[in-house]
């Protein structure tokens, strides 16, 4: 299955905040290991996660292994994304959201499904597809 087709089946986009929660065993990260499986990642935030993994210590082997085991359907960052990023600058920039945070939220909404994050900002603020916090 293509990358293109395989993200349509996930049910929900997650957050490198949900993500580290999870790793980290968290509050939360239970809510992340119910959508293991059905759930998508911006190729954006797997850089994101793997460079906090790396600064805390992880090496490239390390890294490899703990994120292939999320199994995740990582998307590759379109146009589309990177547009629907863009868009988001000012509103992002109001709610003090990183590019990471904003490929996150973009990805959720090409796809149109609901967004998972430890990110308890994004919960106010309408970003045009439904914020699930993990905790």
Known sequence: MSAAASWRVSAVVVDTSAVLAFLGEEPGAERFAEVLGNAAISAVNVAEAATILHRRGGSREDIDVVLSSLALTIVDFDRRQAV????????????????????????????????????????????????????
Do not use: N
């Open 84 to 135: 629907t990023t863009g868009l988001l600058k000012e509103l992002g920039r109001q709610r003090g959201l990183s590019l990471g945070d904003r490929a996150c939220l973009a990805l959720a909404i090409v796809m149109k499904v609901p967004v998972l994050t430890a990110d308890r900002a994004w919960a106010r603020a309408d970003f045009g597809v439904e914020v699930r916090l993990v905790r």
